[in-house]
């Protein structure tokens, strides 16, 4: 409610608002690299190599098909993975970011290459922009938009900005945007982690002093919210575009994200953990076809934007998808096409939720095991640990071994059940520098 947003606001009413997006999460700390390849594959994480670190050519992409079908496949924004691939799926961009967050110039001045046809990218496309970076995209977009080519021919166009990722800095307008005073803390809101999760070390956790004071994170959030609203209005910039170019009409919009931050939640600041805030994400769809001013509270996947692009398209999925599309809801809402939610990260969590509204994690960090059990229903942000309730027992019994059929039918290389969890040799047990 303390959020400003009056441009994706107008797209969920136009279209279908998902209230239970999630990312399936990752091995690595960077969560993004493979959201971004499985939203663009409907690959699931596990039988997506290096965490989508490169996207080989057994993964055929939602760009790719579209390309040979006679679309124009338009990118600006961020990359991160491979330019092979990149070189593959798109035949037309903007500036593009190849990298994971601009930690050299930030937002202000990011580092950019020009599409490059070629796909080689030489360092003689490299330079650093003097506009911000969401500016940069949009304008982008909007220039491909404005172009016969978008005009004439169907089209993929694939916007991917880069904020509200850190480094937390904005456009001066809104960075006095939001007081921080006026921020209300989340009542998740711990000084530290309770435990070693087997990442309180990684980089996201250091962006702000731990212990976490309630001042330095309303100034956080505050900056963060403020990076939130400048991207809506360039998200704004985009849509109208669209409209005045009478594209709308023929144009299905999907708006989403790779990942949640905690910033503060349960004593943490980034991604690496399997906490709602940080493994659900937004997710709008709007277009011909789609309910306006729908909700769809029902299990997702940020990879089943892909299987659902071809099913709305009419196109069959290639063989290497593994996400389920989400097209027949836009005719019932009330079609459930999940029956659980499975989530992963590092070799170390994993977790599973399911449709009356319980969601366990568990943990084996350097053999240390924890077991998180919480009533969603009750409790939608996680404080009452209910695992050690005898009254739970077979509730979490009973989670654990849906938790087990998840990660056999996705193909995890872990079982919960073994000692060590099964880990191979040279399988890192943490984040925190050790292995096991």
Request: glycine share 8%; net charge negative.
């Given at each position: 409610k303390e959020i400003h947003t009056p441009n994706l606001d107008r797209l969920a009413k136009e279209g279908?608002?998902?209230?239970?997006?999630?990312?399936?999460?990752?091995?690595?700390g960077a969560i993004c690299m493979p959201s971004r390849a499985m939203l663009l594959t409907g690959r699931y994480l596990n039988r997506?190599?290096?965490?989508?670190?490169?996207?080989?050519?057994?993964?055929?992409?939602l760009p790719e098909v579209l390309r040979s079908k006679g679309y124009t496949t338009y990118h600006t924004g961020k990359w991160h993975s491979d330019k092979a691939s990149y070189h593959r799926f798109f035949s037309d961009g903007g500036d593009v970011f190849f990298g994971g967050m601009h930690s050299d110039g930030g937002h202000e001045h990011p580092?950019?290459?020009?599409?490059?046809?070629?796909?080689?990218?030489?360092?003689?496309?490299k330079r650093v922009s003097d506009t911000f970076s969401t500016q940069l995209f949009a304008d982008n977009a909007i220039g491909f938009l404005n172009s016969s080519k978008a005009k004439q021919q169907p089209f993929f166009c694939y916007i991917a900005f880069t904020s509200p990722h850190d480094p937390r800095t904005t456009t001066t307008r809104y960075q006095q945007m939001y007081k921080?005073?006026?921020?209300?803390?989340?009542?998740?809101f711990l000084p530290e982690h309770p435990f070693d999760n087997g990442d309180l070390n990684i980089r996201d956790e250091k962006l702000l002093p731990k212990p976490l004071s309630k001042i330095a994170l309303q100034n956080e959030i505050a900056l963060y919210y403020g990076m939130i609203s400048e991207m809506d209005y360039q998200i704004g910039r985009i849509l109208d575009v669209l409209k005045n170019n009478n594209l709308a009409e023929n144009t299905l919009i999907i708006f989403s994200s790779d990942n949640g931050l905690a910033l503060g939640q349960h004593?943490?600041?980034?991604?690496?953990?399997?906490?709602?805030?940080s493994i659900r994400v937004p997710m709008i769809i709007s277009g011909k076809g789609v309910p306006k001013g729908t909700l769809y509270n029902g299990f997702?996947?940020?990879?089943?934007?892909?299987?659902?692009?071809?099913?709305y398209l009419n196109i069959p999925n290639p063989k290497s998808v593994e996400a389920k599309s989400l097209f027949p809801v836009f005719k019932n809402p009330n079609l459930i096409i999940r029956k659980s939610i499975y989530n992963i990260y590092g070799n170390w969590l994993r977790s599973v939720?399911?449709?009356?509204?319980?969601?366990?994690?568990?943990?084996?960090v350097n053999g240390i095991k924890h077991t998180q059990l919480f009533n969603l229903n009750t409790d939608k942000w996680e404080q009452f640990n209910l695992a050690d309730?005898?009254?739970?027992?077979?509730k979490v019994e009973f989670m654990k071994m849906d938790l087990i059929n998840n990660m056999k039918e996705t193909h995890d290389d872990l079982d919960i059940t073994k000692s060590n969890w099964g880990r191979k040799i040279g399988m890192k047990a943490s984040g925190n520098n050790t292995t096991k």
């Open positions: 279908m608002l998902f209230s239970q997006t999630h990312v399936m999460g990752g091995h690595l997506l190599p290096g965490d989508g670190m490169v996207i080989p050519d057994s993964l055929t992409s580092t950019v290459y020009k599409f490059d046809s070629s796909g080689l990218y030489p360092v003689s496309l921080p005073e006026l921020i209300t803390i989340p009542p998740n004593g943490l600041l980034g991604k690496q953990n399997l906490y709602e805030h997702n996947y940020l990879s089943d934007i892909t299987p659902t692009v071809f099913n939720k399911t449709l009356d509204g319980y969601k366990l994690i568990v943990y084996d309730d005898p009254n739970y027992t077979k």
